[in-house]
């Protein structure tokens, strides 16, 4: 299928641009938005794609935002953009145009994912391995071999496996926040692949983290994870490690703040070092990795303002002020000195950042590309 695209401004991309998903049910697109030098957005443009979206639930009525309860449902690397199509079940590879990168042409045609409710994706260039993490009914990770773009036939090719995780949904979409799925990401040496479930915060039902060993032989998951409950891990949504270190990484947890942990190699156990409590945000669920401040941004989906995490103190650093009417922070990113988030509201915040604190220096308002339910992700091209 061809991906038609359409333009709310006529304006020429630059080199860089920010890419979301909308998980419409009515038909999934991606949505791309020119980057600048000076850090302000512009320009956005939508490609439509085939496979159709799909909204998770809360209370049994489908949720307006958060659709996905998870972060990382799209992930670009080089020129290659992934995502997922939730209410397909298939998993999707796109190359970006170096001219504009707001173009975006299929590769290979979508791929199914082999479960219910994709969420969530990791990818290695290095061992050419896709993983996506599923939340619905049929729960668990699948994997595929990527032919880069420079290869002879790229595209995505399903390797065949499917590992199921205890995820607590019997129906799909999964009834959420809480008993789902959250994140997937590779470590940074890429020699395992850790996976985040959060269940219903309480001590019977705590948060779990999985690690899958990575066999670097065949460049595919061990099938028998490493699992870890530690005290005090309820609901985490995403995982993010700490430069190139294997054995730091910063958990959101919806529950109450930011999770500290530390990994022990060769066993891959995860232990929780501190439990940091953000009063000032709710459902903090969010994360963004400032390396060169050396401080973790976590984002509330109830409050706007982004609390800045100073990660060798392991305490909150400062808040930066957004507007109310912004309605909370979803998928975030940083680049440069710059703070993207991802509005409640139908728009992109930009916040220019330093070790400091931050300021608000653009809301991008996004409401002519129709309604905000189902936008999900955040990913950039131009790094």
Not at 160 to 176: C, D
Not at 208 to 233: C, E, I, N, W, Y
Not at 240 to 250: C, L, P, Q, S
Request: glycine share 10%; proline share 9%.
């Amino acid at each position: 299928m061809s991906s038609p695209t359409v333009t709310l401004q006529p304006v020429p991309a630059g080199k860089k641009a920010l890419y979301f998903l909308d998980n419409n049910p009515f038909g999934a697109s991606i949505i791309a938005v020119t980057l600048s030098d000076d850090g302000t957005l512009s320009s956005p443009k939508r490609t439509l794609f085939n496979g159709i979206g799909l909204l998770g639930k809360r209370a049994n009525r489908p949720t307006n935002m958060d659709s996905l309860f998870s972060q990382d449902s799209v992930v670009v690397d080089g020129n290659t953009l992934f995502t997922i199509s939730p209410g397909s079940d298939l998993v999707h590879m796109f190359a970006i145009s170096p001219d504009d990168p707001r173009n975006l042409v299929p590769v290979g045609g979508p791929v199914p994912t082999g479960g219910r409710f994709p969420v969530s994706l990791a990818y290695s260039r290095k061992l050419g391995l896709l993983c996506v993490l599923h939340s619905g009914h049929v729960g668990g990770v699948s994997t595929f071999r990527v032919n880069d773009l420079g290869s002879e036939n790229p595209g995505i090719k399903p390797l065949g496996n499917f590992f199921p995780l205890p995820i607590p949904q019997t129906n799909t979409p999964p009834l959420g926040p809480t008993n789902t799925a959250g994140d997937i990401v590779f470590n940074p040496s890429q020699t395992a692949v850790f996976v985040l479930l959060k269940f219903d915060g309480v001590a019977k039902f705590p948060g779990h983290v999985f690690v899958f060993p990575v066999d670097q032989k065949t460049a595919t998951l061990v099938p028998a994870p490493v699992q870890s409950r530690p005290a005090g891990l309820l609901a985490p949504y995403s995982i993010t490690f700490v430069g190139n270190d294997d054995t730091r990484a910063i958990l959101s947890d919806a529950a109450f703040g930011a999770q500290f942990i530390q990994v022990s190699y060769p066993s891959l156990e995860v232990t929780l070092t501190k439990s940091l409590t953000i009063s000032m945000t709710s459902a903090p669920c969010w994360t963004a990795y400032a390396a060169h401040l050396n401080i973790m941004f976590v984002l509330g989906g109830f409050d706007p303002a982004p609390v800045a995490v100073d990660i060798e103190k392991q305490d909150i650093k400062y808040t930066i002020t957004a507007p109310a009417d912004t309605l909370g922070g979803f998928d975030s990113l940083v680049y440069g000195d710059y703070l993207y988030v991802l509005q409640g509201a139908a728009g992109i915040s930009v916040f220019k950042i330093d070790v400091n604190g931050g300021k608000l220096v653009q809301n991008l308002n996004l409401s002519a590309l129709g309604s905000r339910d189902g936008w999900e992700g955040l990913a950039i091209y131009g790094k």
